[in-house]
């Protein structure tokens, strides 16, 4: 069996919990928890014949109080940058964690996700800023928790793309 450590990264209030939470039991829940350090999840998956284990880091979401700390990270095979399309201020929180977790981790598979698709009518976060991410090689999808839209290729995706980088590695 192999285990693999993903990260979820980015500002309070971006979904990060909620994500987990619709991949790991395929729930949804309108009530707002704050994340308090870190939550672990697991879930069990078998891609490409091999079984896996995905070890799901949630992370106490960035803001003006709370900071990522760069020992949470350590030993993660990938990481997910979560950003509320609903507030374009978590966009550049997003990225800022990105050049943090590339520091710690060097170069491991990541995904952006633009989260709360379910609300694109409300979106800040516009078309432009996207197709810039996409310009710098960011994986990049759009998923909502609360229909479970994206969710699940999220997590599969990001897990092949670990499984490759580990035979390209040797």
Same mark, same amino acid.
């Given at each position: 069996?192999?285990? #693999?450590?993903?990260? *979820? $990264?980015? /500002?309070?209030?971006?979904?990060?919990?909620?994500? +987990?939470? =619709?991949?790991? #039991?395929?729930? @949804?829940?309108?009530? @707002?928890?704050?994340?308090?350090?870190?939550? $672990?999840?697991?879930?069990?998956?078998?891609?490409?014949?091999?079984?896996?284990?995905? *070890?799901?880091?949630?992370?106490?979401?960035?803001?003006?109080?709370?900071?990522? #700390?760069?020992?949470?990270?350590?030993? /993660?095979?990938? @990481?997910?940058? +979560?950003?509320?399309?609903? =507030? /374009?201020?978590?966009?550049?929180?997003?990225?800022?964690?990105?050049?943090? /977790?590339?520091?710690?981790?060097?170069?491991?598979?990541?995904?952006?996700?633009?989260?709360?698709?379910?609300?694109?009518?409300?979106?800040? +976060?516009?078309?432009?800023?996207?197709? =810039?991410?996409?310009?710098?090689?960011?994986?990049?999808?759009?998923?909502?928790?609360?229909?479970?839209?994206?969710?699940?290729?999220?997590?599969?995706?990001?897990? $092949? =793309?670990?499984?490759?980088?580990?035979?390209?590695?040797?």
């Amino acid at each position: 069996m192999i285990q #693999k450590k993903i990260c *979820m $990264v980015g /500002a309070f209030g971006v979904g990060k919990t909620s994500l +987990v939470t =619709r991949f790991v #039991k395929s729930i @949804y829940s309108e009530t @707002y928890f704050t994340t308090v350090g870190v939550k $672990v999840e697991k879930k069990a998956l078998t891609i490409d014949g091999e079984d896996v284990t995905l *070890m799901l880091w949630d992370l106490a979401g960035k803001d003006a109080v709370t900071e990522v #700390k760069p020992m949470q990270l350590r030993g /993660a095979s990938g @990481y997910i940058l +979560v950003v509320d399309g609903c =507030r /374009a201020s978590t966009l550049e929180t997003a990225i800022g964690l990105q050049s943090l /977790a590339e520091a710690e981790l060097g170069n491991v598979p990541f995904t952006c996700v633009v989260n709360k698709a379910d609300l694109r009518e409300s979106w800040q +976060v516009d078309a432009a800023a996207l197709e =810039r991410l996409s310009g710098l090689g960011w994986t990049l999808l759009l998923t909502s928790a609360k229909t479970g839209e994206g969710v699940e290729a999220l997590f599969e995706g990001l897990a $092949v =793309r670990m499984l490759e980088e580990k035979d390209d590695r040797g």
